[in-house]
């Protein structure tokens, strides 16, 4: 990790849950890591845990910023840049959930679900790679994708089917990222993480009741510390080494 030392990184959701997790590990490893969240309440809890982070050789920095909503990116972009000269990684983790189905969902819903899982990736993605490729420095591009981007999960009946249409979106967003990196020689990497089940609260905010607690007690599951070393192992790799993709489980998962 002496690669990343120093440098800055971007976390979207980054207060909780898996996003905390990566925010965490990164600070621990020296990088100065901008954590976007949508709300204060969510800045507070990420304030909260700054004494904690920054006793090491990084830095957590709150950032108050709605991925879904292009204009406070912008913004919060051209802060980062203002103070830091710009970003070297940007993990794109913000994503939520809607239980139901496509053909008796609600609007509202389909368009959260899109604007902040496919949009706010998307725009966030465009001002990471142009604040590299001005910086002409090596960067890195990590989507949290789930197996959802893949292959349907064993579920008895259709459930959060926008969020999985979105994680599926997320694989081909991926792979015409890395085409475009390819095709324009620049020194930017793009991986795509999709682990199976993991312990956090997404299930629970978007109203899967089946996963709960005595799911999670019952049946093997990753843990957000899981994700997060999965992170850090690619950005361990050579850099000369693009990994696109990683899927993986719990042992004995069933899938």
Known sequence: MEFWKNK??????????IGAQIAEDLVKEG???????PTDESIGQMMEKME???????QLVPCKCDVSKEEEVKSAFE?????????DLMVN???????????????EDFKQVIDVNIFGLMVCTRYAVQSMKTRNKKGHIININSICGHYMPPFAEPRVNMYIASKKTMTVINKLLKNE??????DIKVTSISPGIVRTGIFKTAGVDFLNEEFFNKNPHLTTKDVSDVV??????????????????ALHEIY
């Open 31 to 37: 990088l100065t890591v901008i954590g976007l969240e």
């Open 181 to 186: 990196f390819t095709n324009s020689n620049a």
């Open 79 to 87: 802060g980062l840049v203002d103070a830091y000269g710009g970003v």
């Open 52 to 58: 904690r982070w920054n006793k090491s050789d990084g």
């Open 232 to 249: 850090l192992m690619i950005l361990k790799m050579p850099r000369q080494v693009q990994v696109n993709e990683i899927l993986f489980h």
């Open 8 to 17: 800055v990184a971007i976390v979207t959701g980054a207060a909780h849950g």
């Open 93 to 107: 983790n913000a994503a939520i959930g809607k239980d139901g189905m496509l053909c008796t969902g609600h609007t």
